[in-house]
């Protein structure tokens, strides 16, 4: 059974940088399609950043230039560097992974990310 587990999250003043991690385990990590979502309070779960089926990449329109996704195959780790951060970028973070055979889901507990001065 898939597990995720993400870290990296925190308070961090507006322009600053956090590095999300989300470690993958209980199956083979290349049989899933990987990716980033947010929720911040009173709002729906968004998606910030993911890998497509066929590993191109998609990224949310006011996180384009400043979040960049990535993943280590080897750690079986999916990532997601966040430079120039903005108050509006408050949110929980969530890791999703998505069976490319069955399309079952699977959410990490989430790690918060707070951006204020």
């Known amino acids: 059974q898939v597990q995720l587990a993400e870290s990296g999250g925190g308070l961090v003043q507006p322009g600053g940088s956090l590095k999300l991690s989300c470690e993958f385990s209980g199956s083979i990590f290349t049989f899933y399609t990987m990716a980033w979502y947010r929720q911040a309070p009173g709002l729906q779960r968004e998606l910030v950043a993911g890998f497509t089926f066929d590993d191109k990449l998609n990224y949310e329109n006011s996180v384009k230039g400043r979040f960049t996704i990535s993943k280590d195959i080897a750690k079986k780790t999916l990532y997601l560097q966040m430079n120039n951060l903005k108050p509006e970028d408050t949110a929980v973070y969530y890791c999703?992974?998505?069976?490319?055979?069955?399309?079952?889901?699977?959410w990490g507990p989430g790690t918060q990310v707070t951006v204020s001065s």
């Open positions: 999703k992974a998505t069976s490319h055979y069955s399309q079952q889901e699977t």
